[in-house]
């Protein structure tokens, strides 16, 4: 796995940034990783997989202050990372970026001798997508186990709401007693539903492989604050290790509901719901499953763009082989 010096060495070879952080199995270990380590392992030392030898792309998302000024320099030192966009200038670049998710990507490039997928989106949007869910596409990504690379006070405190919004989505939407396990795989699967590339292109095992015995000790630091919130004031308590169990009363639902951003409660009715939990528990999911579906899919479209037909060709390719792998 990458160490946090060579992924602030990543960051060390592109223009300034405010904040960045790494995500993905690129960069935070999952099942998977742990497996393919194993069988590396037995192959004399040398970087081979169980995949058959590919080394995992570094994801990375790279917040700036003034994204035109980012692009003008980067296409300046960096020119081969952009796809034909680079050549119609830095504006169209700046443009592109602020269509669907905020994010322009540049994908498959090599830094330091890492293959790497960076994205780049405004100081400003990442911090509304954390507090409001304009898209859970990066705030999505926030919610799961990540490595902040530079740190930015502003975006601690918006992964504040974000994380506390994210507890208690993933409560209203639980049974009245579930499992930590299940608690985690909830948290996690929120930016997934409505992304069609959960039924085309990714692994069907991506949830297990994410809420692991390592990561649940990274979720438990992640969101020890909001879950010991809900303990306080007992809309949620402890049966044992474990095991949790939920207050099902319509007080309790709209506390857990108050938790949400503005965006999500404006669309969803949680007043007339509270007494009916499965009925609010489908509202929220559904108002997600909107939001996800939107962000993902014009996301998915510009990535076409921004990346180039042949890289996005070479990434779709190998998405397909790891979900065929997968289900072998």
Not at 252 to 263: K, V
């Amino acid at each position: 796995m990458i160490s946090d010096e060579e992924l602030r060495g990543v960051v060390e070879r592109l223009p300034s940034v405010r904040f960045a952080m790494g995500y993905g199995s690129g960069v935070v270990q999952q099942q998977q990783q742990h497996q393919q380590a194993t069988t590396a392992a037995h192959h004399h030392g040398r970087a081979v997989t169980a995949a058959g030898g590919e080394q995992p792309m570094r994801d990375l998302i790279l917040a700036v202050d003034d994204p035109l000024a980012f692009h003008q320099h980067n296409i300046c030192i960096n020119k081969k990372h952009y796809s034909g966009v680079a050549y119609f200038g830095a504006e169209l670049a700046r443009d592109l970026q602020e269509w669907a998710a905020g994010i322009y990507f540049n994908p498959y490039v090599r830094i330091n001798g890492q293959l790497v997928k960076y994205g780049v989106i405004s100081h400003a949007r990442l911090l509304s997508d954390l507090q409001n869910w304009d898209s859970l596409y990066v705030s999505g990504r926030m919610q799961k186990p990540y490595k902040d690379i530079i740190k930015d006070k502003a975006v601690d405190e918006a992964c504040k709401a974000n994380l506390q919004g994210a507890l208690c989505a993933s409560l209203l939407t639980l049974p009245e007693e579930f499992s930590e396990q299940q608690l985690w795989q909830t948290v996690t699967q929120l930016s997934y539903q409505g992304d069609f590339r959960m039924k085309f292109g990714e692994n069907p095992h991506k949830i297990a492989n994410i809420v692991t015995t390592e990561n649940i000790q990274r979720f438990r630091h992640m969101y020890h604050t909001p879950l010991q919130h809900q303990l306080t004031v007992g809309t949620l308590r402890e049966k044992q290790p474990g095991l949790f169990e939920q207050d099902y009363s319509p007080s309790a639902r709209m506390t857990l509901f108050g938790g949400l951003p503005l965006t999500v409660q404006d669309r969803v009715d949680g007043a007339s719901l509270a007494s009916r939990p499965q009925a609010l528990a489908a509202g929220v999911s559904s108002e997600l499953q909107r939001i996800v579906k939107t962000s993902s899919r014009n996301q998915a479209i510009k990535g076409v763009l921004t990346a180039g037909l042949t890289k996005t060709v070479v990434y779709a390719s190998a998405k397909l082989r790891k979900m065929y792998a997968a289900k072998r």
